[in-house]
T-cell receptor
Framework: KAGVTQTPRYLIKTRGQQVTLSCSPI?????VSWYQQTPGQGLQFLFE???????NKGNFPGRFSGRQFSNSRSEMNVSTLELGDSALYLC????????????FGSGTRLTVV | TQLLEQSPQFLSIQEGENLTVYCNSS?????LQWYRQEPGEGPVLLVT?????EVKKLKRLTFQFGDARKDSSLHITAAQPGDTGLYLC?????????????FGTGTRLTIIP
């Protein structure tokens, strides 16, 4: 079966711009989570959606937002980009949460210049 | 804030040797997962442990969840070059439904042929 698909794989943006990242989960998975990975901070939780509802949120500023559609696909938006937003953004899907484990996509490498 | 400390941070050993990676926290987790990540890719789930004291084996890998559900270990027997990668532990919140995964600091393992 198809895995978690994230698009685009690579992205270069300028400070102040906004960006939208997309994630298509494994068919049948209703839970989608987003993480930011940087060399200094490691993997940090952004938010989790389940059946179109945000179920949990990490400690990121309001510039980071997301949503989930009825087909479970999810998007993440970052407005007013800062240099420090450069990172690998990972999406993960699950049948119903942590007890089932998460399948991660390959990520979107965002570079802010 | 839940924190997961992994040790060692870096480990380089010869092929055929055994090793153990530790994941420690002062917080209780409802479940704990181990992932392996290759450069430029997302983490891949190796195992999920749920019950305190639980031991799971995956070929040459043995995972243990502490009795108090605060810590875990990963033991690899007869390490092979294919085991090289970044190993991450991740704990799920104490209450079911709190699906924020807290990732450990990571152990970068290199197996020398």
């Amino acid at each position: 079966k198809a895995g978690v698909t994230q698009t685009p794989r690579y992205l270069i943006k300028t400070r102040g711009q906004q960006v939208t990242l997309s994630c298509s989960p494994i068919s049948g998975h209703r839970s989608v989570s987003w993480y930011q990975q940087t060399p200094g901070q490691g993997l940090q939780f952004l938010f989790e959606y389940f059946s179109e509802t945000q179920r949990n949120k990490g400690n990121f500023p309001g510039r980071f937002s997301g949503r989930q559609f009825s087909n479970s696909r999810s998007e993440m938006n970052v407005s007013t980009l800062e240099l420090g937003d450069s990172a690998l953004y990972l999406c993960a899907s699950s049948l119903g949460g942590s007890r089932y484990g998460y399948t991660f996509g390959s990520g979107t490498r965002l570079t802010v210049v | 804030t839940q924190l997961l400390e992994q040790s060692p941070q870096f480990l380089s050993i010869q092929e055929g040797e055994n090793l153990t990676v530790y994941c420690n926290s002062s917080s209780v987790f409802s479940s704990l997962q181990w992932y392996r990540q290759e450069p430029g890719e997302g983490p891949v789930l190796l195992v999920t442990v749920v019950t305190g004291g639980e031991v799971k084996k995956l070929k040459r890998l043995t995972f243990q969840f502490g009795d108090a559900r605060k810590d875990s270990s990963l033991h690899i027997t007869a390490a092979q070059p294919g085991d090289t990668g970044l190993y991450l532990c991740a704990g799920a919140g104490r209450n079911f439904g709190n699906e924020k995964l807290t990732f450990g600091t990571g152990t970068r393992l290199t197996i020398i042929p």
